[in-house]
Structures are given as structure tokens and as C-alpha cells.
């Protein structure tokens, strides 16, 4: 099937190309995680916080006191219409940091409201995350380029960033996880869907630590994927820049990276800089200098060799504490696009799971750069397969527990794949992973 796919791309007319396209604007639809731009259904609750009763919102007074509400944003994209208060699907260059407002359910709740309903199993349906406003702060100085014209002097740049660092050192200083989280959107989502699934994704983890949606410009349009491709190229320039920028301007002892789909294009490529303009360092210095913490790549949309010349020849590994890689067997968007590149894609599982001898004999050697099979797991396979972070109660338990308790696979509950340095969540995994939680954080008597 995929040779004889290929071969069709290769021979026939234009008109291919177009159904080609289609077919990944189809497969990549869950990248947004929801066909409206501006709501998204808040994802299922994951499985360890009813089976562990584990209260993720521990530090209520962190959120009383907060300095600020909302979802701080950085963005490269274009603004829209000036007082329109959101941004275009086109490059903007600039980093321009914000903060947008959301709201959750149908009508306004309060916290405790959010908070209890969040936490249910089996929650009431139509549970929408909307944004309801946007403050753009200014420009991030840092991303100025040689060929950008500046938007705005230098006073209210110093502004932006001093603001911005502030809000953040302030949330830090009443956060018991004193870190930073930045998730990294895929392919064609407008600008309100990536601060939505921050959102989601910081009220599991209890509003503690600080969240950052990068909005990098892709673009919610059927033809898209090539030029989004090129701009994830650009953008992870800026992210790059935000990277160090946060190091050098905030307390955050970890920055840790969620990366979605194409968004992992990004993720990657900022991290391969960073690893280049550190060469000449020791991973232990690299990470004193830029405190970057866990990195994860969701159904990664990245050429799997490409990847392999980073770690070996680029200093990749220097850069994060640990790298994980989520993959899945039944990941149809990733399939359509190894097709059309006829290269496989790093979140894809190798044919018939049989590692290379020199990949296994490296991931046996290495104790921070861990790949998931997640095929196994409940509710992996919904859909397309792809958004299996958001639709897997069991995927979405194994990235919080992470970022929460800092914990290994192996304590995570997580098993080697018939020995194979390929970890798999086992039929038990939430009991696993409850055991190791009453340990080392046991209820209180």
C-alpha cells in the first residue's frame, strides 16, 4: 500500500498532489483538537487522579494570590486588525508576549465550581474552554532581526519583557513547583486553539509553576503543510530566543516543553541551536546555563534519521534533562506523512517493532532519551490516532506524573517492550503507578 501510494504521488498530475494534501489536512484535523477555532472541549480527566485520589489543586493560596489570570502567550504570528485583540494564521517575525483570558463550561463558575467538574470521570458533556480576551504586553527585544522593521522603540520593549519576567517571577515565588511549562502547538490551529490546550493541560497540573502557550503561525487551510513546515523552521529561531530569554530573565529552576505533531518541528530544531551554540560545553553546564527540565514530543511529525544526526553529531542531548519520545503503531496522520516524504516520522513505531541493532544498543546506553509506545494504552487509537495526549486517560496520567514527581518510566509504572528499550504501559499501569505515588507521597493520617 505505501509503495503503491507513493508511486501515485510520483507519476500522476497535479490533481494528486491536491488529494494528497487533502488527505493530511484530513488525518491532521486533531492537531487543533477541535474542529471550532475559538472552543475546545475540555479533555477527559486522567485516570491517576480518580484511581490515586491524588488533588492536583493542593495550593489553593497559589492561585488566590496569583499576580495575574489567564494563559501568558508568546507568538510570532501576525496581529490581526489593531483592537481586533487576536492574531493572523501569517508570520509576525517577533516574539510578542501576552496573556489571554479564558473561560470554562457554558456559563461563568467559580474556581471551586471548575476545579470539581475538571476532576470527574464521568463529567457532564459540553465543557468548553473558550478565550474571551487578549492583552498583548509588546515584543520580546531579543527577536528583533537584521531584516525585521521594528514595531515599536525601545522603552516599551524593556516594558514587555520586564512585565512579562515579572508575572512570571511573581507566580513562581507562590508556586510550590517553581517551573515553567511551554506547550508547542501542531499543524493548522488558529491562534486561540494552543493557549485552550495549555489551559487544559495546567489544570491538571493544579495552576502550580507558570504555563506558556507558543503560538507559533500555522494555518488553518487545506493547502498548508509545506509552508507550515517552513515557517515551524523559523519559529523555532524565536523559540529558541524565548528559551534563553526565560534562563536568563526568570527564577524558573526547570523549563519544561510539551511539543505536539509539526509543533514538534519546532521543539526540535530550537533545541539542535541551543545544542550547537553550547557545544563546547558539558550537558551539566548547558543545563546550569538554560535549566531546561523534561522535553516530550507527541505524535511527532519529524524525520526519524534527521532526528538520529541531531543526537549524534548536534550536542541534541545536552540541552534537556530528558528527552521523551511518544510514539504510536496506529498514528494514521503520521502514516499519510511518511508517505508523501517517504521517510518514516519519529512519533511512528519502527516496522514490526524490530529496533535497528545500533538504535537499540544507543537507547540502552543513554538514561535521558526514552521512547512510549502508547498503542497499547486506553483510548490511544480514538480517532486518527493522533491526539492521544488530550484523548488517553492513561498517556495524558504518564506526561503529568512526570512533570509533577519528576519520576523515571520504570517508577511511572511503565515496562520495557519484551526487553527492548521501548517502554509500554502494561494492563497494570495505574495500579503500578499507584503504588510508587503512596510511596513517596503517602496520605495524610
Not at 88 to 93: A, C, E, F, M, W
Not at 248 to 262: C, F, K, P, Q, V
Not at 314 to 325: A, D, N, S, Y
Request: with cysteine; charged share 20%.
Amino acid at each position: 500500500m505505501r509503495a503503491w501510494f507513493f508511486t501515485l504521488f510520483l507519476t500522476n498530475n497535479r490533481l494528486t498532489v491536491v488529494v494528497v494534501l487533502l488527505c493530511i489536512s484530513l488525518s491532521l484535523t486533531a492537531c487543533g483538537g477541535s474542529s471550532k477555532p475559538y472552543e475546545l472541549e475540555l479533555m477527559p480527566a486522567p485516570n491517576i487522579y480518580d484511581e490515586a485520589n491524588i488533588n492536583p489543586f493542593h495550593n489553593l493560596e497559589g492561585v488566590i494570590k496569583a499576580p495575574y489570570y489567564g494563559m501568558l502567550y508568546a507568538t510570532d504570528r501576525q496581529p490581526a486588525e489593531k483592537g481586533s485583540g487576536t492574531y493572523l494564521n501569517s508570520r509576525g517575525h517577533l516574539i510578542r508576549l501576552g496573556i489571554g483570558k479564558i473561560s470554562l463550561g457554558k456559563k461563568e463558575m467559580t474556581w471551586e465550581e471548575a476545579r470539581k467538574i475538571s476532576l470527574l470521570k464521568n463529567r457532564p458533556a459540553n465543557y468548553p474552554l473558550k478565550v474571551t480576551a487578549i492583552e498583548e504586553f509588546g515584543i520580546l527585544g531579543k527577536s528583533l532581526g537584521i531584516f525585521t522593521k521594528p514595531m515599536m522603540n525601545e522603552i516599551e520593549e524593556q516594558f514587555a519583557e520586564e512585565h512579562f519576567s515579572s508575572l512570571i517571577n511573581k507566580k513562581l515565588s507562590i508556586s510550590k513547583q517553581k517551573d515553567i511549562f511551554i506547550y508547542v502547538h501542531g499543524y493548522k490551529v488558529a491562534f486561540d486553539n494552543p493557549l485552550l490546550v495549555a489551559t487544559e493541560i495546567w489544570n491538571f497540573l493544579g495552576y502550580d509553576g507558570v504555563f506558556i502557550s507558543y503560538a507559533w503561525p500555522s494555518t488553518p487551510h487545506t493547502l498548508a503543510y509545506f509552508s507550515d513546515l517552513e515557517t515551524a523552521a523559523l519559529s523555532s529561531h524565536n523559540l529558541r530566543i524565548l528559551l534563553s530569554y526565560l534562563a536568563e530573565e526568570t527564577d524558573a529552576e526547570r523549563i519544561h516543553i510539551i511539543g505536539y505533531s509539526a509543533g514538534t518541528r519546532v521543539v526540535i530544531n530550537a533545541l539542535y541551536q541551543l545544542g550547537l551554540m553550547n557545544q563546547d560545553a558539558s550537558k551539566t553546564e548547558v543545563q546550569q546555563k538554560l535549566r531546561i527540565g523534561h522535553v516530550m514530543l507527541v505524535g511527532s511529525d519529524f524525520d526519524r534519521q534527521l532526528f538520529g544526526a541531531y543526537v549524534q553529531e548536534g550536542g541534541l542531548l545536552k540541552v534537556p534533562r530528558t528527552l521523551t519520545i511518544f510514539m504510536s503503531e496506529a498514528d494514521n496522520a503520521l502514516g499519510i506523512s511518511s508517505v508523501l516524504f517517504n521517510q518514516d516520522r519519529l512519533g511512528q513505531t519502527w516496522l514490526d517493532r524490530k529496533l535497528p541493532a545500533v538504535a537499540e544498543n544507543f537507547l540502552n546506553n543513554t538514561n535521558d532519551l526514552y521512547f512510549i509506545d502508547v498503542t497499547g494504552a486506553e483510548a490511544a487509537t480514538t480517532g486518527n490516532g493522533h491526539a492521544y495526549f488530550r484523548k488517553s486517560p492513561l498517556v495524558s496520567s504518564d506526561i503529568l506524573i512526570t512533570l509533577l514527581y519528576d519520576l523515571p518510566p520504570a517508577e511511572r509504572g511503565l515496562i520495557k517492550d519484551q526487553g527492548r528499550p521501548i517502554w509500554i504501559f502494561p494492563p497494570d499501569y495505574t495500579e503500578r503507578l499507584c503504588k510508587t505515588l503512596s510511596r513517596i507521597n503517602p496520605p495524610a493520617p
